[in-house]
């Protein structure tokens, strides 16, 4: 049976009583308990669910709109405890069957931590530009193309169209260091692509080399896909997007999806691992969860359990 809003927050109550009650948590620590849950029932209402129902991914999306919003790691990690000692209430007591908040990943405290759009305010993006407008063509090409491969601008604004193999879906492109790196880009990309090639094709007066070009048929500047990208952004009600932060999303949601780091790392372009990792503060670290299918005592409990996340 669906619980309307007041049941939901029942669960909330009875785990803030408990604390209150049972673990004797000082008014202020209490506070900050309420202020974090209030966040995730939030987050859950606006998502069509009950808090007890959201799974370990759920819970990673809420971090990640923790972050987004501006809130500090130190304070996303603090909200993520909460989290924790709320679900394992919930696991002792009874509602609930498994643990989904459990070895989630945080941020450090120092750590940096990317802008980058959700899926959603990605789609919004890319569907801005008014394709059937010779401009709006280019420029749905030029925004597939970056969220599909992770291009920095520099990289982007010195294609040529022979650097795309439209065949095989692959792009070849010159990194940092002039190393070259040959990534897949999906579908949708290509189908833009060839749109816009064709249309490039016709006009007689482009003679540059490069792949994206302006109205004139001279290429692109970083100045100009900077500005692109942000007019398209504002047009879909998202502020402070660069040509970075599509990078920045496509490698986070490549993790979030499954993908491992050495693989993102090899399609960005970076050349030590570290530099990948900054991404991971919203996904599942590959080798937990292999630890967690193959380990004969993964899921074995032994001792006593810890308070740390009770409060």
Known sequence: MIMDRASRRSLVREYLTYL?????????????????????????ARAGKRVEELARTDLREWIASLSREGLAPRSVSRATSAARGFYRFLMLDGH????????????????????????DEMERVLSAPDTATEEGLRDRAMLELMYASGLRISELISLKPSDVDMDAGLLSCHGKGSKERRIPIGKSATRWLELYRAARLSRSRTHDPRLFVNSLGA???????????KRYSERAGLENVSPHTLRHSFATHLLQRGADSRSVQSLLGHSDISTTQIYTHMTDLHLRATYNRHHPRAQATGGSETKDDEG
């Not at 948590?25 to 029932?41: C, F, H, M």
């Not at 290429?219 to 990208?229: A, G, H, K, M, N």
Request: proline share 7%; glycine share 4%.
């Open 20 to 44: 209150q009650v049972e673990k004797g948590l000082a008014g202020n620590s209490l506070e900050s308990y309420r202020r974090d849950l209030a966040r995730l029932e939030d987050w859950a």
């Open 96 to 119: 609930i069957k498994r643990h989904p908040a459990e070895d989630l990943d945080t941020p450090q405290a120092n750590a940096y931590l990317p802008r980058y759009l959700s899926e």
């Open 219 to 229: 290429p692109l500047t970083r100045q100009s896909v900077w500005l692109t990208i």
